[in-house]
């Protein structure tokens, strides 16, 4: 075969070689992959792509060096392939990408003071994978990410998974996102600030700092590691809609400042997140029994296996965001979560009980006398209120113990025959005079006990009341702390 008929033995992406004429001075390359696929003049990747016959373009495992890429270059309905490319640089100006792959291939996608700026990504998927930017301004600059659902495939996804970024600028500015599913999951971002602004309104598009995200049913954050400042936003008069937003493996106390604005949270998962340093400016939680709760819980108590493990979790979630409302003196909130957590205590108490029994007994007596009594703190009539029927009951058994005031002796025996006289409900008084003095420790004076049976039942009525006291107190103080 002549030289004229040797092709070129690049091997693509899909595993097939190039198969265009050699040339550039290479026996074994065309134009565009001599040299090594080096890369500095945009002239023969523009004769490469008039040349080829594909159905997508494959501009993979190659290297561009101060590259201008113009809107000239690629078609707006073939697929574009540039994984494994390393780009030095180079500018993306107004180009328009149709399905485009920035996706690993032997070695990572890679960016080094590169700029898209008013470029459109249709198509639905966009990825770039584990690429790697290194850049000292911003990358995506008034770009576009419209992304549709087709028959062959259903989630239209843009993907940024498990990516590096170092950038003094910012990654994303001025830019709008389309589509089903958005993810930054295992995402390493450090520098510059990360903005995103949330709604849901059809054949809207606004653009403002950072990234606008419209009408995206999946946002998944998990994972990420970021140094800087990180704001969601979620337009309040725009329509209020909660995505599936996940945000777990996240330590926001690394981040300069983490701040959530008007946020839709109803179907937000914070598993194995550092969630204390978050500032929540008003949040729309869920809600289960008239109370907040996350919706981490929400999700496991769907299953029928939840474990230890999962309880301990969720413990340390409200444990977290029942200081984060503290901080910000918001204690109604705060108490739902103090709520929340009591209740994983007690559920983590009878599912992985103390092995001395004496211990558990005393646990689990606390636990529920303290959700009965006071709702954990959170009610303060119900101790009152048990306070004032403590009183009566024990004013009325004493009528049967016997008690003696002044000399006279006051004791009843149960008669079913007898009618309510005068003379009783007198009796009853004095019974609840003598039951106060007990219950405010002045035992002894004045009255004095007729049995051992009066003495142990005053000894117990102390003993309660002082509970039922301090119950009190605390929820008054939660109370007036709001």
């Given at each position: 075969m002549g030289e004229s008929g040797r092709v070129c033995q690049w091997v693509l992406?899909?595993?097939?070689?190039?198969?265009?004429?050699?040339g550039g001075g290479s026996p074994r390359a065309c134009k565009l992959h001599a040299n090594a696929g080096n890369i500095t003049s945009i002239n023969d990747t523009k004769e490469h792509l008039q040349k080829n016959t594909r159905d997508y373009i494959d501009l993979t495992r190659l290297r561009f060096t101060g590259v201008f890429f113009d809107k000239s270059l690629f078609s707006p309905d073939k697929p574009v392939k540039f994984d494994g490319t390393e780009f030095v640089n180079c500018t993306f100006d107004q180009c328009?990408?149709?399905?485009?792959?920035?996706?690993?291939?032997?070695?990572?996608?890679?960016?080094?003071?590169?700029?898209?700026?008013?470029?459109?990504?249709?198509?639905?998927?966009?990825?770039?994978?584990?690429?790697?930017?290194?850049?000292?301004?911003?990358?995506?600059l008034d770009c576009m990410f419209i992304l549709e659902s087709s028959g062959a495939e259903p989630a239209c996804t843009l993907d940024f998974s498990e990516c590096t970024a170092v950038s003094s600028g910012e990654l994303f500015d001025l830019s709008y996102v389309q589509c089903n599913t958005f993810t930054m999951e295992g995402t390493t971002v450090n520098?510059?600030?990360?903005?995103?602004?949330?709604?849901?309104?059809?054949?809207?598009?606004?653009?403002?700092?950072?990234?606008?995200?419209?009408?995206?049913?999946?946002?998944?954050f998990s994972g990420l590691r970021f140094n800087g400042r990180f704001v969601y936003k979620q337009s309040p008069h725009l329509g209020r809609y909660g995505p599936s937003l996940f945000l777990s493996g996240i330590n926001f106390a690394e981040m300069s400042s983490a701040q959530f604005f008007d946020a839709n949270l109803s179907g937000a998962l914070f598993t194995n997140s550092i969630i204390e340093a978050i500032?929540?400016?008003?949040?729309?939680?869920?809600?289960?029994?008239?109370?907040?709760?996350?919706?981490?819980?929400?999700?496991?108590?769907?299953?029928?296996?939840?474990?230890?493990?999962?309880?301990?979790?969720?413990t340390r979630l409200y444990v977290q965001l029942k200081k984060n409302y503290e901080l910000d003196r918001n204690f109604i909130d705060a108490g739902d979560w103090f709520h929340r957590e009591m209740e994983c205590r007690r559920r983590l108490l009878n599912q992985d009980p103390p092995k001395n029994p004496f211990r558990r007994v005393i646990m689990s007596s606390f636990f529920s006398l303290y959700h009965f009594v006071s709702e954990y703190g959170e009610n303060y009539v119900r101790p009152l209120a048990f306070i004032l029927l403590l009183w009566a009951l024990f004013a009325q058994i004493y009528l049967f113990t016997g008690f003696a005031v002044g000399g006279e002796s006051i004791e009843y025996y149960i008669c079913p025959e007898c009618s309510l006289s005068i003379q009783i409900l007198w009796d009853f008084l004095k019974a609840l005079v003598f039951r106060g003095g007990t219950m405010l420790l002045q035992l002894g004076r004045s009255v004095t006990p007729l049995s051992s049976w009066t003495t142990g039942l005053a000894v117990c009525q102390v003993l309660l009341t002082l509970t039922l006291v301090s119950l009190f107190l605390l929820a008054l103080r939660r109370k007036f702390r709001r």
């Open positions: 992406a899909d595993g097939k070689i190039c198969g265009l004429p050699i328009t990408f149709f399905n485009a792959s920035f996706e690993p291939f032997k070695r990572p996608c890679r960016f080094k003071n590169c700029q898209f700026t008013q470029c459109g990504f249709s198509g639905c998927r966009c990825s770039f994978r584990k690429a790697e930017f290194r850049c000292d301004r911003t990358v995506f520098g510059g600030s990360l903005t995103f602004f949330v709604y849901y309104v059809d054949n809207d598009i606004q653009r403002g700092l950072g990234l606008s995200l419209n009408r995206v049913g999946r946002i998944s500032r929540f400016h008003n949040p729309v939680w869920p809600k289960e029994q008239g109370r907040l709760i996350l919706y981490d819980q929400i999700e496991r108590n769907s299953r029928t296996d939840i474990s230890t493990d999962d309880i301990k979790e969720l």
